[in-house]
């Protein structure tokens, strides 16, 4: 008799992990041999770019804000939200981050102190609603036969009549309408399991945009969940999965995402 | 005095009416104090999220409460990630509410 394994003891025993999360699906979709060095071998990264430091360093300045409102406390002021963004600075190796062309960390800083000075005077910085979540974590099996789905959420609020799920972004830009659009795979995942916590209640799905610019824009997208775009995440998830299950791991080069891989080193030694 | 009676009675309003929500939403876990009289239904119910779980720990230390045994004398329950959502967001509000000096419990 052949037992079936479950999916989840399936990616424990591939990646060390009993679920997936967007973020691996996306990475093996942008590159299936970039997935496997890091869910599946699990090398280190040699470097990493400094917008996701920067973006990160952000998330934790944002996070410091909402805490601080949930726990009943004033908001904190803009030397705390710069100490946690410098924080989370301090915790890179500096050797390890790839600067782009005339940037290097005191350069991001000032951009930091800008960009969460406008945080500061936007509406964003003091939702209305109760918040529910910061950073949460939900987790569910959305998927037959997938593991379970993984997600941390930036910031769940209610509002009596919808549960919102608010994603901070940082951009070179302002985006537009159809950029948000085209960015809500994630979110349109994440709806599905907001979804389960108040079946009662609309799910809403917002972006939070900072623009990395001279005077730092804050803008809030809206997108639109619809049950047929929410079917057709799941189904690229199912592909990919079964993909990773069937060990396709190859390189897929691209002039926009291998100049700052942090395995260029390992894939040029791949010989399949 | 009279405007401590009309807090504290915001305060039992703010608490009955998470009561009927949890009721509503098909949660037997009433808000005031008793015991759930269906363990099943309260493993049922949504579960405070993480945040707020973290939330009330960080109100209670805030404010020296002991919060396990409000938890357990009002809910029936040992530890905040116990209680539902609602629940939780009601003690989240009752007790910033206090430490903000508007409170009934000083």
């Known amino acids: 008799m052949i037992t079936a394994v479950h999916p989840n003891e399936a990616a424990a025993q591939l990646t060390g992990r009993d679920y997936v999360s967007y973020s691996a699906i996306s990475t093996y979709q942008s590159c299936p041999l970039r997935y496997f060095f890091r869910y599946v071998e699990g090398l280190p990264e040699q470097t990493v770019a400094s917008s996701l430091v920067f ?31 410098q924080a989370a600075w301090q915790e890179r ?16 800083g000032r951009l930091a102190d800008r ?11 003091q939702p209305g609603g109760t918040i529910l979540g910061i950073e949460e974590e939900l987790r569910e099996p959305l998927v037959p036969g997938c593991p379970d789905l993984l997600a941390r959420i930036d910031l769940l609020i209610d509002t009596g009549s919808e549960l919102v799920i608010r994603d ?14 085209e ?15 108040d079946p009662e209640k609309t799910v809403r799905l917002e972006f939070a945009v900072l623009t990395k610019t001279k005077e730092p824009a804050v803008d809030l997208y809206v997108v639109r969940a619809d049950r047929q775009r929410v079917d057709r995440m799941k189904r690229i998830i199912e592909r990919v999965w079964r993909s990773i299950e069937a060990g396709l ?6 002039p926009m995402q291998c100049p ?3 395995y260029r080193e390992p894939c040029r030694a791949w010989t399949g | 005095m009279q405007i401590d009676s009309r807090r504290e009675f915001a305060s039992f309003s703010r608490l009955a009416k998470a009561s009927v929500d949890e009721e509503l939403a098909g949660n037997n876990t009433p ?14 119910a949504r579960r405070a999220t993480a945040s707020q779980a973290r939330a009330l720990i960080a109100i209670a230390d805030r404010q020296k409460l002991n919060l396990n045994s409000m938890l357990s004398g009002r809910y029936g329950v040992q530890q905040p990630e116990e209680l539902s959502i609602t629940e939780a967001s009601a003690l989240i509000d009752e007790l910033k509410a206090t430490s903000n000096g508007n409170g009934a419990h000083r």
């Not at chain 1, 804000?65 to 710069?82: I, K, T, V, Y």
């Open chain 1, 93 to 108: 190796e500096l050797g390890t981050v790839h600067f782009g062309k005339d940037e290097n960390a005191e350069s991001l």
């Open chain 1, 183 to 197: 960015s809500a795979g994630q979110l349109l995942l994440y709806s599905e399991l907001v979804q389960k916590l």
């Open chain 1, 249 to 254: 791991f190859y390189p897929a080069p691209s």
């Open chain 2, 31 to 44: 808000a005031n104090g008793s015991q759930p009289s269906n363990g099943q239904r309260r493993s049922n």
């Open chain 1, 55 to 85: 973006g990160g360093a952000i998330h934790s300045a944002i996070e410091l804000q909402f805490r601080e409102l949930l726990s009943g406390n004033p908001a904190p002021d803009l030397d705390m939200l710069l100490a946690a963004y």
């Open chain 1, 260 to 262: 700052t891989c942090p």
């Open chain 1, 115 to 125: 960009m969460l000075r406008a945080f500061q005077a936007s509406d964003l910085s």
């Open chain 1, 168 to 181: 901070f972004k940082t951009a070179r830009s302002r985006w537009s309408q159809n950029q948000a659009a």
